[in-house]
C-alpha cells in the first residue's frame, strides 16, 4: 500500500507503478552442466544404415605363427620387388582379410519428456515451452552421448586405446616431452589432442616454466591452444580420478591424440541419419507418446550413436597425467 505522506511529496510517476506497464526482458532457462562438446563436433560422423558398422581389416598374424613371415604391424607382407635391369619372375601375392571382422552396433540414450498441455497452452509467450523443454533435455542427451564416446566400457575412446598406444608422464605432469612422444605414436595425421581443461592447464603451466607457451588459434570461433600444430580440445568427459568437475587441485586423468576420418584409417562417429522423426539432428528421433487423463503429454526422444577405431595406430593415450603441478615463476 502506497505510503500517504511519500505521495503528497511525489512530482513525477512513481517507477514501481511504471513498470507495471513495462515488458520484462527475459532470457532462455540456463543450464550450467551444458558444455561445447568439442568432441562431438571435431569428430567426422559415417552414416551407417541398418545399425551397424563393421571394420574390415587386413588379417593379422602372430609373430610366430608356422611358416608365414610377418612384418613389424603383424600383417603378412604383400611381396614386391623393384629393378631396372633383367627379366626377374615377378612374385605372386594378395592381401588377405580377417573373416570375422569387428563390428559396432549403435548405442543409444532415450529418455521421455512430460509437458504440462496447459502449460504449453497458456504460458508460451515469448518463449515457447516446448521447445525449451526439448532443447534443455537433448541437450542433456548429447552431454551423456559425449560421454559415453569417451568411457562406455564397449566402445568409448578411453577404453579403445591399444596397449601399444598407451604412454605414461615422465614426471606426472604433462610435459612438452610426453606430447611429442604422444605426438610420434600417433604420427599420421594427427588432428587433435583430447583431454580435461585442467590437464590442459598443467600442460600449459610446465610450457610456461620451459619458456616455451604454446601457440593458439581460433577454430568454430574459440581459441584452442596447440602443440607442434595440433590443438588441445577441452573435454570435461576425460575424468579426473574418476569426477567430471571436481573441486580439488589434485588429481589425475588421461590426454588423447587421435587421427579421424574413415578414409585416414582414424577415429569416426557412426549414426544412423533420416530415421523416423528425425529432429534437426541426424539420428535423434522425437516421438509423440500421447496426452494422459491428466492433460499431460509424452514425448520419447532417441538418440542413437556410437564411434569406432579404425586402426590401433590412430589413437593414443598418455594416462595417469598429474593436474595439480604447480610452479614458482618469482
Known amino acids: 500500500m502506497n505510503n500517504p505522506a511519500e505521495m503528497i511529496n511525489q512530482s513525477s510517476l512513481n517507477m514501481q507503478a511504471a513498470m507495471n506497464l ?3 526482458t527475459i532470457s532462455t532457462p540456463m543450464m550450467e552442466s551444458l558444455s561445447p562438446r568439442w568432441l562431438i563436433t571435431f569428430m567426422p560422423w559415417v552414416a551407417v544404415e541398418a545399425g551397424t558398422y563393421r571394420t574390415n581389416q587386413v588379417k593379422q598374424f602372430s609373430k610366430t605363427a608356422a611358416n608365414i613371415r610377418v612384418n613389424e604391424y603383424g600383417e603378412r607382407p604383400i611381396e614386391l620387388i623393384t629393378g631396372n635391369t633383367g627379366e626377374p619372375s615377378l612374385p605372386q601375392t594378395f592381401p588377405d582379410y580377417e573373416t570375422e571382422p569387428r563390428e ?64 605414461q608422464p615422465r614426471k606426472g605432469a604433462p610435459t612438452p616431452d610426453d606430447m611429442d612422444e604422444l605426438l610420434a605414436r600417433v604420427w599420421k595425421k594427427p588432428a587433435f589432442f583430447l583431454a580435461h581443461p585442467k590437464a590442459i592447464a598443467a600442460f600449459g603451466r610446465e610450457c610456461t616454466r620451459r619458456g616455451v607457451p604454446p601457440a593458439t588459434i581460433n577454430i568454430y570461433g574459440s581459441p584452442f591452444i596447440t602443440w607442434r600444430g595440433v590443438p588441445l580440445v577441452p573435454c570435461d568427459k576425460l575424468l579426473i580420478d574418476g569426477k567430471t568437475r571436481t573441486d580439488t587441485f589434485n588429481g589425475k586423468t588421461s590426454i588423447l591424440l587421435m587421427r579421424v576420418g574413415e ?38 526422444l532417441s538418440l542413437y550413436f556410437s564411434t569406432a577405431v579404425l586402426a590401433n595406430d590412430a589413437l593414443g593415450s598418455l594416462e595417469n597425467v598429474e593436474v595439480g603441478s604447480y610452479h614458482d615463476y618469482t
Not at 266 to 295: C, M, R, W, Y
Open 263 to 300: 578414409s585416414e584409417q582414424g577415429v569416426i562417429g557412426i549414426h544412423q541419419p533420416g530415421i523416423p522423426d528425425e529432429h534437426n539432428t541426424p539420428s535423434l528421433s522425437v516421438k509423440f507418446g500421447g496426452i494422459d487423463q491428466k492433460a499431460v503429454a509424452y514425448y520419447v
Open 104 to 167: 559396432y552396433s549403435l548405442n543409444w540414450v532415450q529418455t521421455i519428456l512430460k509437458v504440462n498441455t496447459r502449460v504449453s497452452d497458456i504460458y508460451n509467450n515469448p518463449l515457447n515451452q516446448l521447445n525449451e523443454q526439448m532443447r534443455l533435455t537433448i541437450g542433456t542427451m548429447k552431454e551423456r552421448q559425449e560421454w559415453e564416446l569417451i568411457n562406455n566400457k564397449d566402445f568409448g575412446l578411453v577404453n579403445a586405446v591399444a596397449p601399444s598406444m598407451r604412454l
Open 22 to 24: 513495462s515488458h520484462t
